[in-house]
C-alpha cells in the first residue's frame, strides 16, 4: 500500500466519511499512519458479573439480551440501556443523550464494557461505560488486551480507525525506511519506525505505547537538531 495515496483510493468510504477525515486533517494513508491514539483502554483487568462490587472500574464481557430506548419522565432526556449477562448474573448498562447506542448494539452482540459500577434499586448497572464489540468473550483476552481509542468526529469512529490503521500496518514493508541511523537507535536504546508504529497502535502493554512515544519524540527533536 502506497503511503502517499490517498485514504479513498484504499478504503471504501461514504460521503459522510469523507467529510470528516477532512476535519481530522487526513487525507493520505500516511496521515492515517501517524494518526496516533489519544488513549487506550485495558480490557485485562475484567471481572465477572457475580464478582462485582458497587464502586468497582472494571471491565465486564457479556452477551446483549435486551435493548431499548426511553425517555426520562421529568426530563424527556432520550435513555439507552442494555442488560448484558455473562455466565454468572447480569448487568444493565444506561447511556444519556446517546439514543443511537440501542441501534448500535443488538441483541446477540457480544461487548466489552468498561466503566464504574454503581447499585439502584434494580441492581448493579454502568452508566455511559466505554464499549466494544468483540468476536468472542475471551476475543480481548488472546494478545489484545490493550485496545487503543483514537480521537473522534461525527461520521468516523474510534472502531474504523482501528481497522483502518490495522489494515495499513498489515500492508507495511517488512524493511520500512526509518530517517534515524541504526547506531543512534541503538545508542539511546530506541525502537526502529516500524517497531514504533506498530507498539502504538497494538501494544501488548502500555510500555510499548511508552517507548514508541519516546522515540517519536526524540524523532522530532533530532530532525530540529540538525
Request: no cysteine.
Amino acid at each position: 500500500m502506497d503511503l502517499n495515496s490517498s485514504i479513498e483510493e484504499n478504503f471504501r468510504l461514504s460521503p459522510r466519511q469523507k467529510t470528516a477525515l477532512g476535519k481530522l486533517g487526513l487525507k493520505t494513508t500516511k496521515d492515517l499512519l501517524f494518526y496516533f491514539p489519544s488513549r487506550y483502554e485495558n480490557f485485562s483487568e475484567r471481572k465477572n458479573i457475580i464478582d462485582l462490587a458497587e464502586g468497582d472500574k472494571t471491565t465486564v464481557f457479556g452477551e446483549v439480551l435486551e435493548a431499548s430506548l426511553g425517555k426520562t419522565w421529568k426530563k424527556h432526556m432520550s435513555i439507552s440501556e442494555i442488560s448484558v449477562g455473562d455466565n454468572t448474573g447480569i448487568i444493565k448498562a444506561v447511556w444519556f443523550h446517546q439514543p443511537y447506542m440501542a441501534k448500535m448494539l443488538k441483541i446477540g452482540d457480544k461487548v466489552a464494557l468498561t466503566g464504574k459500577i454503581s447499585r439502584g434499586k434494580s441492581g448493579l448497572s454502568m452508566s455511559n461505560p466505554n464499549f466494544e464489540k468483540i468476536s468472542r468473550y475471551e476475543a480481548l483476552g488472546q494478545g489484545s488486551v490493550i485496545l487503543p481509542v483514537y480521537s473522534e468526529t461525527a461520521g468516523v469512529t474510534s472502531r474504523w480507525l482501528r481497522f483502518a490503521v490495522q489494515k495499513i500496518l498489515n500492508s507495511l514493508e517488512e524493511n520500512i525506511a526509518d530517517p534515524i541511523p541504526q547506531e543512534v537507535l541503538k545508542k539511546y536504546h530506541l525502537p526502529s519506525l516500524k517497531s514504533s508504529l506498530i507498539f502504538i497502535h497494538k501494544p501488548q502493554k502500555l510500555k510499548d505505547a511508552e517507548a514508541a512515544r519516546k522515540r517519536l519524540a526524540f524523532e522530532e527533536i533530532f530532525f530540529i537538531q540538525l
